[in-house]
């Protein structure tokens, strides 16, 4: 089986600035990691390896530093790595990474399996995976809490909703994206991370992949941001409860109760 | 462990390098120095895991990549509960392989990146979440009389809660204790030397002149003072404890390390 897995680098902080005039993250300065999201999908397409032999290769669009995220991911066991990077790919909205992305998987060839974090914790759009299922015209099942079955032709796989779960079938290829359900990331061992340091990582180009230059990158991008604002706060209630450690702990039981939330 | 105290042999707080290091080479290299100096001074070298929650790499892996020698009476390894049952029993696999015998069992600090062991894991049945407790009971049953268990005990907490955690810690098998970083006496510390005086206790003494890295580890605010002086403090603290044995934590290697040599005398 051979399964890719598409991730991400992004700022390490949920508190990025918005650049006023480009209405695009401010990245300078901010330390970059590896997608939450995604170690989750690194993972899977380990376990899934692991388990039914094959290889998984960890693919990501983005500026040459990029690189350091797709070394974490050979230090947690994936096999090996490419980096989509070149001025061309700059300003690219999801509809464009995802063309991209897509064009990579059909040059790597003969891929089963293609799996994305449900989002990436910048954007927060969830849409660059079913944006590679649709460029490839495959099959795809968002929100995959479990890998229940996989044969050489099909998947089964549980989806996380609000309300509870669907049980969903489909035959590979397919992408699927993961959340945080489905297993607990691995940490990187030293021996892993030291061996991930001396390892090639190829960089494809748009002629690499044999890209339509009208389709990648700022010109290859339909989405137009027109404005940016902060949420409004949150307004929180807070009471403060004094007292003794008893008075309090019996002030705290009593307002839980008022609030019917024991 | 009581003969750490007899022998004045200190123990040396290391630090392991971070994952998201960006020159793991030098990194190591810097740590391999300090746990063979540690060794050479005939000082039990102490290994800390993931402290605070920041992701670092193993002791255990550590010291087999970088081939370190392992003297068993002078290396400590600091195991919490942040782990997966897999990477604990491998920890503890190597441990027992490369004869490494003093663990500090710690319930330690977690991130959103650091698995938690499940109590089904320890074969806990009748707690929500795995404490140093649950782990020392597990230790002591999987791998019997092979570790030396130590567990840390914390006088910033509430005194009551912490005593009668310590109580269930000792039941559960450890056999030494270290205390969270002093900066003059402490009358809980003194309260847990009255309960405790067949276990070998050990003070930990704070090195870093900024003491409000000690507020934060410790989860309380520690009064600033100007003119805090870690050297003298530890001189002090061997005067306040003269039956405790000393772990250093922060200590400089470069400014500090050749000052700590005749100081427990």
């Known amino acids: ?262 | 462990m009581i003969n750490h105290i007899k022998n004045k042999i200190y123990h040396v707080e290391v630090l392991p390098p971070k994952q998201d290091s960006e020159k793991l080479e030098k990194d190591l290299e810097i740590f391999s120095n300090k746990y063979l100096r540690v060794m050479n001074s005939g000082y039990c070298v102490c290994i800390t895991d993931n402290t605070m929650g920041l992701l670092s790499f193993q002791g255990t892996e550590m010291i087999e990549e970088l081939d370190l020698p392992v003297i068993p009476n002078q290396v400590m390894i600091h195991l919490n509960t942040f782990h997966t049952k897999d990477n604990l029993d491998n920890i503890l696999d190597i441990c027992k392989l490369k004869g490494i015998r003093y663990l500090l069992i710690i319930t330690g600090d977690g991130s959103e990146r650091l698995p938690k062991l499940r109590p089904s894991d320890v074969g806990a049945t009748d707690v929500e979440s795995v404490t140093s407790v649950e782990l020392l009971k597990y230790i002591n049953r999987k791998y019997p009389d092979t570790f030396v268990l130590g567990v840390a005990f914390n006088p910033y907490e509430p005194e009551e809660h912490e005593l009668k955690k310590m109580e269930r810690k000792i039941k559960a098998g450890a056999t030494f204790i270290i205390t969270q970083p002093l900066i003059e006496r402490n009358e809980v510390v003194d309260r847990l030397l009255e309960k405790y005086p067949k276990i070998p206790i050990f003070v930990e003494a704070w090195m870093s002149k900024k003491l409000y890295l000690l507020s934060e580890a410790v989860g309380y605010e520690i009064p600033e003072n100007s003119e805090f002086d870690p050297i003298s403090t530890l001189k002090m603290l061997h005067k306040l404890y003269p039956g405790c044995g000393v772990y250093l934590s922060l200590l400089g290697f470069k400014t500090q390390y050749h000052l700590i040599k005749d100081t427990w005398v």
């Not at chain 1, 901010?30 to 899977?44: R, S």
């Not at chain 1, 897509?102 to 910048?122: E, F, N, S, T, Y």
């Not at chain 1, 929100?143 to 969903?168: F, L, P, Q, T």
């Open chain 1, 1 to 262: 089986m051979k399964i890719v897995v598409c991730i991400k680098q992004v700022p390490a902080t949920n508190d990025a600035k918005i650049d006023p005039e480009t209405k695009r993250i401010i990245r300078k300065g901010i330390k970059a990691i590896l997608n939450p999201f995604d170690t989750y999908a690194v993972e899977e397409g380990v376990q899934l390896r692991d388990k039914f032999g094959g290889e998984v290769i960890v693919l990501s669009m983005g500026p040459p530093k990029a690189e350091a995220s797709l070394r974490e991911a050979i230090s947690v066991g994936i096999d090996r790595a490419i980096l989509l990077s070149d001025r061309a790919f700059g300003g690219s909205d999801t509809w464009a990474t995802s063309y991209t992305l897509a064009k990579a998987i059909k040059k790597i060839g003969d891929v089963d399996l293609v799996i994305c974090g449900k989002q990436a914790i910048d954007g927060d759009t969830a849409q660059v995976g079913p944006g590679i299922a649709a460029h490839l015209d495959w099959l795809q099942a968002t929100y995959v809490m479990a890998v229940e079955e996989i044969s050489s032709s099909s998947i089964r796989v549980k989806r996380m909703h609000e309300d509870g779960y669907d049980i969903c079938e489909m035959s590979l290829p397919a992408v699927i994206t993961v959340v945080k359900d489905i297993n607990t990331p691995r940490v990187p061992s030293l021996k892993g991370r030291l061996a991930s340091n001396k390892c090639e990582i190829p960089v494809w180009k748009p002629d690499d992949i044999g890209a339509d230059i009208s389709k990648i990158g700022l010109d290859g991008s339909p989405t137009r941001v027109v404005k940016t604002q902060p949420p409004p706060p949150r307004h929180t209630n807070t009471k403060k409860i004094e007292g003794s450690s008893i008075e309090c702990a019996q002030s705290l039981l009593r307002e839980l109760r008022l609030r019917s939330v024991i």
